[in-house]
């Protein structure tokens, strides 16, 4: 039996959030006498799922659930307070596309940053510049400043990088949000292929159709508990019920 | 294996745009990372070499001079923008899972691409002033390193500071300014009564410095060519500042370790 690509084991982590934050030694100097008042929230509390090797594994829930914060643990960015993460297999370092993109660059030595961020070497870089570009459609636009981009169009130009690195679970943070309806098809083809390529994808977001229509499994998270974890039609049923059990305000 | 070369490539890439970055959009670009230092030599150099006559003492004055505005500049630019290098790239640092140590790293090194075109200006004075070149010039290549990890430690306890205590920025402006007149970058080190020599020389800026001016500025006076072995009176006291130096970087690789897994959420 292989062992499972990421496996979760009672994962918590809080957060210490001061009422006011003090970053300056004057704030401590003018009250000394006070106290900084911590506010602790419970982002995540006992979670534990595991997800196999080549499953496209769905995250959803409300805002503030601890969706982004999981995801930050899976990658390392966030060490939790207890519990284990094992992953098996090349894990994708980044959790949103774009990463160290720089607007005051044009998209050219942005493919360059960004791509090296991710893993690609020069000669890989190399190599695959040309197919980025033109899955990214943007030949038009290579040697503009980023700043001159649309949000649509950063999107664009960061999954096409994305997807030319070499991993085997690719964790992603609510990533197609605002793809036109045509890069939009393009990207679900590309799941399609990275599924059939038996890689590992976990990904957060907000478009219950996405997980319907692709997710092998998903998770439902509220208030940093894992509240239902199945088919994808089960823990969406789940989340709409939940919905509608809370009193409109 | 493969791990570290993908960590230098990134360390590469980033140092590289942080130089690229820095002069984007000025029409003179890399023009201004000579002209910086050496208006701030020539204001000096009129100021003292000129009205305080400190000029008529030596005929390498300005040369001295030059050479302690090149490293000073190095290490006040370096450990500033290395400071707040963690903050700077909070996206990077949320959004991205690879060794933070990094970012301070890339940032230092771009300096260090600046303080390399310095050192041609440099090259041009010493041609100028017609010095012969010697064979233990090549010992300024292992000073120069000394002085990087000199550098890159205390831009490492620095980076790790800034995101817990914001004041550290103002601090450390001062801090630099005061640094400058502490080190003998304008007034020669024999100005000094024989304890503040010693003092001086506990500080590894004015330990390379000195063993700089030493080595290429052989024919100059010999009270301007003091180096720490006289400072404190035997080759031992040569390792005082190396060992700070090493002491400094031991402290920021540890407390950056240290604090490196909170850095995502306390930027």
Redesign the interface.
């Known amino acids: 039996m292989t062992p499972p690509a990421v496996e979760v084991s009672g994962i918590s982590k809080t957060?210490r959030l001061p009422h006011e934050q003090r970053?300056?030694?004057?704030e401590h100097f003018l009250h000394p006498f006070s106290r900084t008042t911590y506010e602790t929230q419970r982002a995540l509390d006992d979670v534990s799922f595991s997800v196999e090797p080549g499953e496209f594994f769905g995250i959803i829930g409300p805002n503030g659930s601890g969706k982004s914060t999981l995801l930050?643990i899976l990658?390392?960015?966030?060490?939790a307070d207890s519990g284990t993460v094992q992953i098996d297999g090349l894990l994708s370092?980044?959790?949103?596309l774009g990463?160290?993109f720089?607007m005051?660059?044009n998209a050219r030595?942005n493919v360059?940053?960004n791509g090296?961020?991710l893993?690609l070497?020069?000669q890989e870089l190399d190599e695959r510049f040309d197919d980025i570009i033109a899955f990214s459609e943007l030949e038009r636009f290579v040697d503009q400043k980023l700043k001159n981009y649309s949000s649509g169009m950063l999107l664009r130009l960061a999954y096409s990088i994305a997807i030319q690195v070499d991993f085997e679970i690719l964790l992603l943070d609510e990533v197609l949000a605002v793809g036109d309806q045509s890069f939009q098809e393009k990207c679900f083809a590309t799941f399609t292929r990275l599924r059939e390529e038996g890689k590992t994808i976990v990904l957060v977001t907000h478009q219950l159709g996405v997980v319907e229509e692709f997710a092998d499994r998903a998770l439902l998270l509220q208030n940093g508990e894992l509240r239902a974890l199945g088919s994808p039609a089960e823990v969406i049923a789940t989340y709409h019920e939940s919905i509608a059990a809370v009193p409109a305000p | 294996m493969s791990r570290l070369?993908?960590n230098l490539?990134?360390l590469?890439?980033?140092a590289a745009?942080d130089f690229?970055?820095k002069y984007?959009?000025s029409a003179l670009g890399y023009v201004w990372s000579v002209i910086k230092p050496l208006s701030l030599f020539t204001m000096l150099y009129i100021v003292f070499a000129k009205l305080f006559k400190l000029g008529e003492i030596s005929a390498y004055y300005p040369l001295a001079l030059l050479t302690g505005i090149v490293l000073y500049t190095f290490f006040a630019d370096a450990t500033t923008l290395a400071m707040s290098s963690i903050v700077s790239r909070e996206?990077?640092?949320?959004?991205?899972?690879?060794p933070r140590l990094i970012i301070p790293t890339s940032t230092t090194l771009a300096a260090a691409i600046t303080f390399c075109v310095n050192i041609v200006v440099v090259g041009v004075f010493v041609a100028w002033n017609q010095i012969p070149p010697r064979l233990n010039w090549i010992l300024i290549v292992p000073l120069l390193l000394q002085f990087y990890v000199f550098t890159l430690g205390v831009s490492l306890i620095l980076a790790t500071l800034f995101v817990?205590?914001?004041?550290i920025g103002q601090i450390w402006e001062l801090a630099t300014q005061l640094i400058l007149y502490a080190t003998p970058v304008i007034y020669p080190i024999g100005f000094l009564p024989p304890w503040g020599r010693t003092i001086a020389f506990l500080s590894p800026i004015t330990q390379v410095l000195q063993d700089i001016r030493a080595i290429v500025l052989y024919p100059d006076l010999a009270s301007n060519r003091i180096t720490a072995t006289d400072a404190f009176g035997s080759s031992a006291g040569r390792l005082i500042p190396i060992g700070i130096t090493l002491a400094i970087f031991a402290l920021g690789l540890v407390l950056f370790k240290r604090q490196e897994?909170?850095f995502?959420?306390r930027v």
């Open positions: 957060f970053t300056t030694i004057k930050k990658a390392g960015i966030y060490r370092p980044f959790i949103e990463v160290g720089n005051e660059l030595d360059r940053v090296t961020l893993g070497s020069r | 070369r993908r490539r990134i590469h890439v980033l745009m690229k970055l984007s959009g996206t990077l640092v949320r959004k991205m899972s690879f817990r205590f914001r004041d897994p909170w995502a959420e």
